[in-house]
Structure formats: structure tokens, C-alpha cells
């Protein structure tokens, strides 16, 4: 039709295929036994209640100043909702923050680095191809 704008979900929704969206949906689901979508959002100090929906959509990215708000909540890891975050399209500031502080690390994949070290005695161990194959192997890779 003449005059008529066609917008694409890329467009309307520019984060949906997100992990941070992705991951919101999924953990907001799993939370729902025991919260709903509009506690966890008052939670996260979100003065209007539909800016949740709009993260999980992928209509908004999602402030990093929001972050620690959002992972309480959530009941998540900061550090990885912080990462997960920055892959909305924050590239330069996750640049800046890579270059000064280097590889954001959750607490789990702390967890993992510790073991390796324990398991290995501590010994700086190279990621060979069979080590490599056997870590895949452990997530069905």
C-alpha cells in the first residue's frame, strides 16, 4: 500500500535475539514458582513495571548501571548478567572494559578456572586439542 511503513523485527525489537533476552525469558520463567515478572521488575528498582517485558522482547538493551539491580533479582550471577549485557551492542565499552580489566568472569566459570588449577597442581596447564575435545565432550559439543 501506498505510504504504508513496513518495520521488521529487527526494527521493533533490535535485542530479541539477544542472550541477555533470551536468558531473561528463561530465568523469569524458572523464578515463577516463587515470583512473578512484576516482583522481580520492582525488584530491580525498574520504576515502570513493563521495562522488563520490554528487555526480555528485545525492545530495550538493558542499562549497565541496572545491572546489579536486575542480577539480585534474578537471582543471577552479576558478573554474567553484566556480560550478557554488554553484548547488546555496548562494543566499545566492552572494548574498554576487556582492555583494563580483561575477561569478565562469572562466579561459576571461577568455580571451573579453580578446579582446573587444583586438578592440574597448579601447573599452568596448556588447552590442547585433547583437553579441548574432553571439555566439549562435557557439554555435549
Not at 582492555?99 to 566459570?109: L, R, Y
Amino acid at each position: 500500500m501506498k505510504g504504508t511503513i513496513v518495520m521488521s523485527k529487527a526494527t521493533t525489537r533490535p535485542y530479541s535475539d539477544t542472550r541477555l533476552a533470551k536468558f531473561l525469558e528463561k530465568r523469569i520463567l524458572e523464578l515463577k514458582p516463587r515470583k512473578t515478572q512484576s516482583q522481580i521488575s520492582s525488584e530491580a528498582g525498574f520504576a515502570q513495571h513493563n521495562m522488563l517485558s520490554n528487555l526480555k522482547s528485545g525492545l530495550n538493551r538493558l542499562p549497565l548501571d541496572r545491572v546489579p539491580a536486575l542480577a539480585e533479582a534474578l537471582e543471577a550471577d552479576p558478573a554474567y548478567v553484566f556480560r550478557l549485557a554488554l553484548q547488546q551492542g555496548w562494543e566499545t565499552t566492552e572494548l574498554a572494559i576487556s582492555k583494563i580489566f580483561g575477561t569478565i568472569v562469572s562466579e561459576n566459570e571461577t568455580a571451573w578456572l579453580e578446579e582446573i588449577r587444583d586438578a592440574s597442581g597448579h601447573t599452568d596447564p596448556s588447552l590442547t586439542m585433547r583437553s579441548r575435545a574432553a571439555l566439549r565432550a562435557i557439554f555435549g559439543k
